[in-house]
């Protein structure tokens, strides 16, 4: 079980890696570069491994947003109640 310091750390972690220029654009080199051999495979054993990587990218990344969310909920959930103005 993660401690609410350690979801917080995840989460800025994961936002400046997300954030992160060089990690945007190899991210989308990767992908693109995916479904071009995926749309150019001669064999379906072929296409479908490509299939199954371009969905892994997108699984890590969904991974990646739910951290920082994560993160979020985790920092709003500790910092004391505002009061109204």
Not at 21 to 50: C, I, P, S, Y
Not at 77 to 83: D, F, N, Q, T
């Amino acid at each position: 079980m993660t401690t609410t310091e350690e979801q917080i750390r995840r989460g800025k972690d994961a936002e400046a890696l997300v954030a992160d220029e060089r990690f945007q654009r190899v991210f989308r080199e990767t992908e693109e570069m995916l479904v071009q051999e995926w749309k150019a495979g001669d064999t379906k054993e072929k296409r479908e491994n490509l299939h199954a990587e371009v969905r892994a990218l997108g699984r890590f990344l969904r991974r990646l947003k739910a951290d920082i969310t994560n993160g979020k909920i985790a920092n709003e959930a500790v910092r004391p109640e505002r009061l109204p103005l």
